[in-house]
């Protein structure tokens, strides 16, 4: 089983800085890692799949990058709606996995 | 718009089952790939059960297997996870999600979710 280590678990921003978000996977995933965003009462939203590519409809401020082993979530310029949690996500043999989440609060 | 919508959910006593829907729609439902991901109160989310395009692709963590089963109903556009012997580890809000194609590592729909509690 692959374990996603996702850091920090939370992180304190003002809207209009900059949100780093790392995942950490325990072996290569190659490039088959998504970003989900969830804010509360909500079900899970898809931002970033395969690494780096933005879903339907998913602002340019956010960016993803990485492969293999360590990956990170890039939010250029924090607006208000982006305060939620973050979750990394991958897929091996069939077997998914889920990092614990990063807050992203005020 | 593809729309997903989970029912079932509720209050059972320990050892109990419940039997999990996902309806969908607009979407050509028998050609994708389906997953239920659950999440305990104020936790993260957990991988539960995913499945083919038909019951013959089944895929569970150790965790599940035994205790639940995914199942499909294409004719009627919906998605199913019988649980069995429940725990109150297993009370959490359940999603079923979409898999945009077969192979693909990441889920690109989402239901609102069914919260099931497990407590006497």
């Known amino acids: 089983e692959i374990v996603l280590t996702q850091s920090p678990a939370t992180l304190s921003l003002s809207p209009g800085e900059r949100a780093t978000l790392s995942c950490r996977a325990s072996q290569s995933v190659r490039s088959y890692l998504a970003w989900y965003q969830q804010k509360p009462g909500q079900a899970p939203r898809l931002l970033i799949y395969?690494?780096?590519n933005r879903a339907t409809g998913i602002p340019a401020r956010f960016s993803g990058s990485g492969s293999g082993t360590d990956f990170t979530l890039t939010i250029s310029s924090l607006e208000p709606e982006d305060f939620a949690v973050y979750y990394c996500q991958q897929r091996t043999n069939n077997w998914w996995t889920f990092g614990q989440g990063t807050k992203v609060e005020i | 718009e593809v729309q997903m919508l989970e029912s079932g959910g509720g209050l059972v006593q320990p050892g109990g089952s419940l039997r999990l829907s996902c309806a969908a729609s607009?979407?050509?439902?028998?050609?994708?790939?389906m997953i239920w991901v659950r999440q305990a109160p104020g936790k993260g989310l957990e991988w539960v059960s995913s499945?083919?395009?038909?019951?013959?692709?089944?895929y569970y963590p150790d965790s599940m297997k035994g205790r639940f089963t995914i199942s499909r109903d294409n004719s009627k556009n919906t998605l199913y996870l019988q649980m069995n012997s429940l725990r109150a580890e297993d009370t959490a809000v359940y999603y079923c999600?979409?898999?945009?194609?077969?192979?693909?590592?990441?889920?690109?729909?989402w239901g609102q979710g069914t919260l099931v509690t497990v407590s006497s």
């Open positions: 999600a979409k898999i945009p194609f077969s192979g693909a590592c990441y889920f690109d729909y």
């Open positions: 499945i083919g395009t038909s019951d013959a692709y089944t």
């Open positions: 607009e979407f050509t439902f028998g050609n994708y790939g």
């Open positions: 395969d690494a780096s």
